[in-house]
Every structure is written in structure tokens, then in C-alpha cells.
């Protein structure tokens, strides 16, 4: 009898761990099939508004969704590089300064009466409250500029950034 009680105990560990593995596994399967979608909040940066979609232009007869822009507000100023700007303490990605000094831009953004190029434009703007269009890159710790004041400045469709023609 001690053998056979020995063999109906190992037969029922054997049962119940048998029985605890699957249940691990069906666990685990169950929660990676469940895995929740969760929307990502914009970064939230001192002194800066954000909203995430463009809105329609009224001038314009065609409009265009163009995914990863984000709209920020706030004061813009000049870093200590000539490409770089920043909004709130954020880095604002320009360009390249010979293409920011040799691109004119389509409106004029600063109000002084003239089309400027892009690096005249931002000048005139220096310290004062603006509305920009912008790209984040993965980290979120720096963005490219893409508009500004309702101007834009490079073509956020184009999968290349101008000064690489």
C-alpha cells in the first residue's frame, strides 16, 4: 500500500502543477491579448500651450491633415546656436543658418511690412509671444519648426527637409 499511495500522491503533484503551469500560461496570454490602447498626452513645458491638430485656413481652398504637428504658444527666443531657437525652454529646430538666411518667406511674419528671409523673420519676433507649428522628435526634448504665426515655413508633407534639394 505505501507504494501505490506513493504513486497516487506523485500522480496528483504531478496533476495540480500540470494544472498551475497552464493556468500561468493562459493568464499570461489573457493579459498580453488585453493589452489596453491608451492615449498619449501631449508634453506638458512651463510657459507653453499646445493643442494638436492644425486648423483649416479660410484662404485656402484645399486643406491638408498632416500627422505630428503640434500647435505651441508662447515667447520665442534665440539659443546660443544660430539653428536653434527656444519656446518656453524647449529647443526649436530650425534649419541650417545659410538656408535661414537665404529662404524668403511667403508672408510677412514679424509685421514690419517686408518679406524677409526665415532668420529676418525670427529676428523680428525675438521676445515676443508667437503661435508655432512644430514636430517632436522621439525623445520630445526638442522640435522642428515647421510654421510660424500662421505661416509656414517648410512643407510639413514633404518627407525631407528643404535644404537636402
Not at 11 to 38: E, F, H, K
Amino acid at each position: 500500500m505505501s507504494v501505490s499511495t506513493n504513486t497516487a500522491t506523485r500522480r496528483w503533484i504531478t496533476i495540480l502543477a500540470s494544472a498551475a503551469g497552464l493556468a500561468v500560461v493562459v493568464t499570461s496570454v489573457a493579459i498580453i491579448l488585453d493589452d489596453p490602447d491608451v492615449p498619449v498626452e501631449a508634453q506638458v513645458v512651463a510657459g507653453v500651450t499646445s493643442t494638436s491638430s492644425i486648423p483649416t485656413s479660410t484662404a485656402s481652398a484645399v486643406s491638408q491633415s498632416v500627422d505630428g504637428l503640434e500647435r505651441l504658444e508662447g515667447v520665442l527666443l534665440p539659443s546660443n546656436e544660430a539653428d536653434e531657437w527656444l519656446l518656453g525652454g524647449l529647443e526649436i529646430d530650425i534649419g541650417p543658418v545659410p538656408w535661414m538666411r537665404q529662404t524668403i518667406v511667403e508672408s510677412d511674419i514679424d509685421g514690419n511690412g517686408a518679406t524677409e528671409s526665415v532668420y529676418e523673420e525670427l529676428k523680428g519676433v525675438s521676445g515676443t509671444d508667437v503661435e508655432i507649428w512644430v514636430r517632436f522628435d522621439n525623445t520630445r526634448d526638442d522640435a522642428e519648426l515647421f510654421a510660424i504665426n500662421e505661416v509656414f515655413i517648410r512643407d510639413p508633407t514633404s518627407q525631407e527637409p528643404p535644404w537636402d534639394d
